[in-house]
């Protein structure tokens, strides 16, 4: 949009026109300015070998910051792509399994199972970024052996192969909102049963819960001893405790200690 306005002062001493181009830029909130700078950093500390298809993201992203702050913001991510992982490796194969709507056939190797690789092919609903670590996970239907939703990190996956000569529908009925009620981490109930879990956290620990992230925490007020007690469903095992919540945490229900 061009739109006239006016100067102050003039040669001839009188208002003289002058036109203005509005951009998108000039429309933002600049909260949305702020989210989107954030989705760049983001962008930048996930990036590893794939610096030319991640710079091109992040020029997009970059655009719509005011002029002011782009050169600042542009210079901020000069190193990106000096980072190689296995999962920037997949990323490529992931990405076009996902957006061409193919299943994808890989190996996987379950950490903490028999050690041995197992084949999966896997209709990806979604591809999600874990809120502490910012690992890349995908979550879909697995077709060849569990015949459910589950979830597998990008960076473990081997022998990826895309099955182009096939096509699937992600089903409305998958939500990802309750896929995630119940998950640790991202790492949804999986087929297992979920129950109600009490945690209480010592003074020390509740400041990070306190912080939040952990959408699925129902968070009580703090104690007078400054101990927080927080509930959740999930499926309850010794293992997803250690992982997720062990450090300064008692569990209060079930009834089993971290």
């Known amino acids: 949009m061009i739109w006239n306005a006016w100067n102050r002062t ?12 509005e951009t998108h830029r000039s429309k933002l909130h600049p909260v949305e300015v702020l989210a989107l700078h954030a989705a760049a950093r983001l962008m930048y500390h996930r990036a590893a070998g794939q610096q030319t298809h991640h710079l091109s993201a992040l020029k997009k992203l970059t655009s719509w910051l005011p002029a002011h702050v782009q050169d600042v913001a542009q210079r901020s ?10 999962e920037d490796l997949n990323m490529e194969k992931v990405a076009a399994a996902w957006i061409g709507a193919h299943p994808l056939r890989f190996e996987y190797q379950k950490p903490g199972g028999s ?14 970024a874990h809120p502490q670590n910012l690992d890349l996970y995908i979550i879909g239907r697995e077709t060849s052996f569990h015949r459910d939703v ?4 990008l960076s473990r996956l081997s022998q990826l192969q895309v099955l ?3 096509q699937y529908t992600i089903p409305p009925d998958f939500d990802p909102l309750a ?5 640790w981490g991202v790492v949804g109930a999986q087929g297992n049963a979920t129950e109600p879990v009490t945690l209480r956290f010592r003074a020390d620990a509740a400041y990070r819960i306190l912080e939040g992230g952990y959408a699925h925490l129902k968070v009580n007020p703090r104690a007078e001893d400054g101990s927080v007690v927080a509930t959740l469903r999930a499926p309850w095992t010794a293992a997803a405790c250690r992982a997720k919540y062990c450090r300064g945490s008692t569990a209060l229900a079930p009834a089993w200690r971290c």
Do not use: C
């Not at 589950?150 to 990190?153: A, I, N, P, S």
């Open 150 to 153: 589950r979830t597998f990190k």
């Open 10 to 21: 003039s040669s001839a001493g009188r208002a003289a026109p002058r036109h203005v181009i």
């Open 77 to 86: 991510v000069r190193d990106m792509g000096r980072r190689p992982s296995r």
């Open 115 to 128: 050690g041995a690789w197992r084949t999966n092919i896997l209709e990806i609903y979604l591809v999600e």
């Open 164 to 166: 182009t000569d096939q």
């Open 179 to 183: 896929f995630f009620q119940s998950a």
